[in-house]
Every structure is written in C-alpha cells, then in structure tokens.
C-alpha cells in the first residue's frame, strides 16, 4: 500500500484509505451499470453508546481483514464490527470522569489507528476526548499491558503547559494518530478560538510516540521557543503564552521516507491576533517532518498571522503523478479559503509559482496585518474569493435591491480583507467574509485518483460576518467576536449559488475539469424569497460533500447540511449516474472494501434527533 497509488488490497487500513490519503479505491465491482442497483446491506446503531445517543458521528471505519473498527458515541467507544453482516464483535469505552466533562471536544472522533508488528500484534489506537491514547487488542478489545500504564498513555504528561492553564480541559482530539513504522503521531485540537476566555492558551505541541511502548520519543512545538526557528515571528514575547496552532486535522505520511504532512490551525484567537504581533509561525501551516525525530524537513505557512480562522482543515494528499508532462511526488493541501497548494513532497518547493501579493491592512486598535499573502498562480480557486456587488443574489431585480441593503450594513473586499469592529469609525457592522471560517473546504477534504491525477473538492459557498466586539468580563482579549447573519431570508444565503460544488481539478495542468452543484435546491427556498420556483436554478445546499473515488465512479454524499442523499457520477463530467437514498444525512467520509466478493461502501450517517448509525450498501446478493 503506497500513499501514490490508492487502496489497492481491497481493505482500509488508514483514516483516508491510504497514507497518502487520497480517498482513492482500485475496487471496480460497483460501475456505471449496476450503481442504481445499490442498497442497504446492514446497518449498525449507535444508540447505546455514551450519554448522548443523538450526537452525531463523523467517524470512518477501518477495515482490516474482514473486520470493521469505529468509534461511536460521546465517549469515543471503540466497536469491531463484522464487515459482511454488521455483526458487533467487541466494543472497549473508557470512563474519563471529569476529564470527559470539562473535554473540548467530547464527540466520537473521526475514527482509530492500525499498528501490526506482522507477526500476529495488531492493535487498535484510539485517542480519547480526555486525551488519553490507548492501544487494544485487534482480536479481544483488551488494552495491551505493554503499552503505557496498562495499555494507555496519558497525553497530558510530557506535554508543554501555560501558567496557571490547566490541560484537562484544554487539549484533547477528534482525529485518530497517524502511524508510521512504529511511530505514532499525534496532534490535538481545542475549545473553537472565537470567544476565548484568555489569550493565554495551551500550545499545539505535535509529538510522536513508540508504537509498542507508547514511549514518547519526540515533540515538534508549533510555537517555537527562544532560539527555536520561527520564535522571532511571535513579537513582543507573545511565543510565551499564545496557544493552539495544533494539528486537528488527520496527518499524512509517506511510507518511503517515513516523513509526515502536519496541517497546523491558527493560533489563539481565532479573529483578533492583537496579542500576538508578527507572522506566527508555525500556525496556519503544512508542515513536513520526519516521523522518526520529529525534524523539519521543510514548511509553508499559508496564512501569515491567521486573523480569520482559515487553518488547515484537512489531511494533505500525497500522489505521484505527471504534472506538466514530469512525473512529480507532490503533497497538495486543501484549504479553506478555497486554494489548493501543491507542493514537491520531498522539498517543499510549489509546483507552481506562489505569490506574495499585497492585501488589505486592518484597522481594529491593537491588532497587526501582514502586508502580503501567498496566492497560488494554480490551480485556481475552487471557491469564490472576496465579496463584490456582482457576488450578491439576483434572481429578480427587487431581490438584488434588498441583498444590496444587507450587504449595505458591513464591509466586502477581497479575500483577506480582515475582520472588523462592530461600531467601526465607518458605520460598518463588521466584515462580509466569502469563503466561510468553517470553509470553502473543511474536513471532509478531497479525493484523488492517481491514475488520471483529477481531485475532486467537495465546497461550501457560504459568506460569513467576522465582527469584533470588546472582550469585557469574557474574555481578558482585547477583542472576541460578535455575532451577526447576514442572509436575505431564513435559511437563504445572501450571494449567488451554486451554495454548495463539487469541483474537479486536473493537477496533470493545474486546471479546472468541471463543477457541479452539491446536491438540489433546498426545499422553501423560493417561498422564503416569495418567487417562482422557475426562476431558481439548481443551487446546491450550504453543506461540504463527502468524495469517495474508485477505479470507475465517484461517489458523493452531501454532508451533515444537506440531503440524505448518495450520488454515484461520472468522474470525467460530474454527470449523476444513480442517486441512493439514505435513511439519514451522510456524516462520515464514506468508505469501501471488498468483503468475501463483494464490495460494500460504508458511512455514519445521522442527524434530525436520530441515533447515529453506520450504514453499508452494496449490489443485492443474487
């Protein structure tokens, strides 16, 4: 299994398929020709786990000979599950107490870990939302006595704290650990930076561990330390107390030089960056690190001084392919202002030109800009960029009068154009941002197929309003946001759809293939804007597709926003070849194996005050 040629085996070893994540399976049994025939093989509920049986769940499956391992429930149990019947086989959970409680992310995560030593040790690693990492038995569910403390290390020791800042309660995950060799990798991910309590924070140290001892071996800090590689970008001492610029998003590796691709978020907060003057590094980030050490082999930041929380959402891919007419080794980070930067894997270099180019300056009292921002000169953007006149919805003159009135009320300007005060000097009420802080693209990430070298970008086209207000008694931050909505009717947006894409991108010419909408028009759209329904197009929804590509389809669900729909296209023109109906909207990233002779492709799927449950579909037995 190589991170440049998919899944290849018919298994999924790995949260994106592969190491190199590229969502991409060479399974071809379900094709243009039966796809309509797909349906619901089993289903698996997760009702009785954890205390909140409503939550939903964003986890993807492994599945590794013949057995599916998830997590499910608030308290992140760990289920295996039967990968032909849906049958549970075991289930571990953990009580963390408090640890739980005061936890910043108390969900079931996205998903686990696989470690075998080849020789019969096959563990489960799962990190738990008390930031414990705990390794089970593959065949039993048991913890392994050798690993840790009785089968679990406690993430909080070892790692770097801030005065009078406690870890529990500050620091925990919803990624699963990214293992190479015999090294775990593990990020983390904290409370959402937009009203916090301090600027004073816990740091997004990276650090890796020994696979059979749980043994730390390493630590990487994003926010260096003095005589540390970017500590003169953390102005006036700020490198002391700033927090985040973690890794909550899944870590890519690539199984030949053992390196990993570590996408970093912004650091605390996520909007106002006055207590923390100059560039930031290594916030807002794709960093490549050798898994062994935890050396840098190389970085880029793509945002200097992230003000507008547009971290790195999303796991690099890595591929092989031809671009240009010569074979490249290439990592391609997708992010949520709508770029896709792609990168020689080995070195760091773009693939093609970045550009520093000037950008819009703030000012909000107390707060720093950087002067410049990197843009790709390819691709170009799969998302809209900056919010102008002509951006605003038209589908009848009266209604472009009245969204020019909304639009009246706050700021628009190019991408980067910053947040802004809620009773700034102008009038404004804040800063019309487009793409979304969640996104452009979140997550849910993209899919690759190496052999055509197309990836395909599920997308949100969903303006935001990034006003700032007074910390006061909230926050002891100069400034935290406020909330504002800028929408022309309940539920519609205030801009042009399509509000949600799918968009293919030829990285063999760094070129767009083709768009088409996320889904159909949502229902009350034209009774909301009081219109025809004729005069509305097909808009998509305001939700991030989930991509799964194989040898001969691309399979998309609409994500936690949209229908509980399954598509089935063309991937050469986005055309729908069969659509699956769901018994709830698709949460998790879909996935597929090949079990016994048949394949099956597997999602959480949730929502609407209903458990969540994992559902498989495949070709009716005949």
């Not at 600027?199 to 990276?206: E, L, S, V, Y």
Request: aromatic letters at 8%; one cysteine or more.
């Amino acid at each position: 299994m190589a991170g440049q040629t998919g899944v290849s085996d018919g298994e999924w070893g790995v949260y994106g398929g592969d190491p190199g994540h590229t969502r991409y399976s060479q399974l071809d049994q379900i094709d243009s020709s039966n796809a309509e025939e797909l349906e619901i093989a089993w289903r698996w509920s997760g009702r009785n786990y954890g205390p909140n049986p409503r939550i939903r769940s964003s986890t993807t499956p492994l599945m590794v000979n013949g057995v599916l391992y998830a997590t499910a429930g608030q308290r992140r149990a760990v289920v295996a599950i039967d990968a032909g019947s849906g049958e549970t086989l075991w289930m571990w959970t953990m009580d963390e107490g408090q640890r739980l409680a005061e936890a910043p992310r108390p969900n079931p995560g996205r998903g686990v870990g696989y470690w075998s030593d080849g020789n019969g040790d096959d563990r489960v690693i799962v990190v738990t939302p008390g930031y414990h990492m705990v390794a089970l038995n593959a065949q039993t569910g048991r913890p392994i006595s050798g690993f840790g403390s009785e089968g679990t290390v406690d993430l909080n020791e070892g790692h770097r704290a801030r005065n009078d800042i406690s870890l529990v309660g500050t620091i925990g995950a919803s990624s699963p650990p990214t293992i190479v060799g015999n090294v775990i990798v593990v990020g983390s991910a904290h409370h959402v930076g937009s009203r916090p309590p301090s600027m004073t924070n816990t740091p997004g140290d990276i650090r890796g561990f020994d696979a059979r001892s749980g043994e730390l071996l390493w630590t990487f800090k994003t926010i260096p330390e003095p005589g540390e590689e970017g500590n003169e970008t953390w102005m006036y001492e700020s490198w002391s107390y700033t927090g985040n610029a973690a890794a909550w998003a899944p870590i890519s590796f690539d199984e030949e030089t053992g390196y990993v691709y570590v996408p970093t978020e912004a650091a605390t907060g996520d909007y106002y960056g006055g207590h923390r003057h100059g560039d930031n590094l290594f916030s807002t980030s794709l960093l490549c690190l050798d898994s062994k050490t935890g050396q840098k082999i190389w970085h880029f930041q793509m945002i200097h001084h992230d003000i507008w929380d547009w971290d790195n959402p999303t796991a690099p891919i890595l591929a092989d392919i031809e671009v240009d007419g010569v074979s490249r080794k290439i990592a391609i980070q997708l992010t949520k202002q709508g770029f896709a930067y792609v990168f020689d894997r080995l070195t760091g270099e773009p693939i093609w030109p970045i550009e520093e180019r000037p950008v819009p300056q703030t000012d909000v009292p107390g707060e720093w800009t950087s002067p410049t921002q990197p843009f790709p000169t390819k691709p170009p953007a799969f998302e809209r960029q900056g919010i102008t006149d002509d951006d605003l919805i038209d589908f009848t003159p009266e209604i472009k009068e009245r969204a020019r009135a909304i639009a009246a009320n706050y700021r628009m300007g190019p991408l980067f154009t910053p947040p802004s005060l809620r009773d700034a000097p102008d009038g404004k009420q804040g800063t019309l941002v487009l793409p979304h802080e969640l996104g452009g693209v979140n997550w849910e990430g993209g899919a690759l197929d190496p052999e055509t070298g197309i990836l395909y970008i599920g997308s949100q086209t969903n303006p935001t309003v990034l006003q700032l207000i007074p910390g006061g008694d909230q926050s002891d931050m100069n400034y935290i946001r406020g909330y504002a909505r800028a929408q022309i009717a309940r539920g519609v947006s205030i801009v042009k759809p399509p509000w949600g894409r799918i968009t293919a991108l030829d990285l063999s010419t760094g070129d767009h293939s083709w768009t088409v909408p996320n889904g159909d028009t949502p229902d009350g759209v034209a009774e909301a804007l009081g219109i025809d329904p004729e005069l509305i197009p097909r808009t998509g929804k305001v939700s991030r597709a989930s991509v799964l590509v194989t040898k001969t389809l691309l399979f998309t669900g609409e994500g936690a926003s949209g229908a509980p729909m399954f598509r089935a296209l063309d991937k050469a023109t986005g055309e729908i070849i069969a659509e699956i109906e769901l018994p709830n909207a698709q949460i998790g990233l879909p996935m597929t194996y090949m079990h016994e002779g048949r394949q099956f492709i597997v999602m959480s799927v949730g929502g609407g005050g209903q458990p969540a449950e994992l559902i498989a579909l495949a070709l009716p037995v005949d």
